[in-house]
Nanobody
Framework: QVQLVESGGGLVQPGGSLRLSCAAS????????MGWYRQTPAKQRELVAT???????NYADSVKGRFTISRDNAKNTVYLQMNSLKPEDTAVYYC?????????WGQGTQVTVSS
């Protein structure tokens, strides 16, 4: 069973930066495709960024050029560096791991962008 634990959320002013981390356990991390998603009460969960086992990345148009996803297989961790944050980035951010047909989720971490 894959377990995911997110950290790094918080309150930040517009234009600021945060780095989210997601530590995985229970499986060989290098086998996992990883991703970050976000959700607000008004919207369905949406993709933010993904990174494959081979470190190919994909981003939502709304975050391209501002967010960077990366992974450290030695630390079993995926990161989301978020720069130039906007109020509309406010959401609960979830880490996702995909292994074959199986999908696993973390508990989420709140990111609030407000002055």
């Amino acid at each position: 069973q894959v377990q995911l634990v997110e950290s790094g959320g918080g309150l930040v002013q517009p234009g600021g930066s945060l780095r989210l981390s997601c530590a995985a356990s229970g499986v060989v991390f290098g086998l996992l495709h990883m991703g970050w998603y976000r959700q607000t009460p008004a919207k369905q969960r949406e993709l933010v960024a993904t990174i494959t086992r081979g470190s190919s990345t994909n981003y939502a148009d709304s975050v391209k050029g501002r967010f960077t996803i990366s992974r450290d297989n030695a630390k079993n961790t995926v990161y989301l560096q978020m720069n130039s944050l906007k109020p509309e980035d406010t959401a609960v951010y979830y880490c996702n791991a995909a292994l074959g047909l199986q999908s696993f989720w973390g508990q989420g971490t709140q990111v609030t962008v407000s002055s």
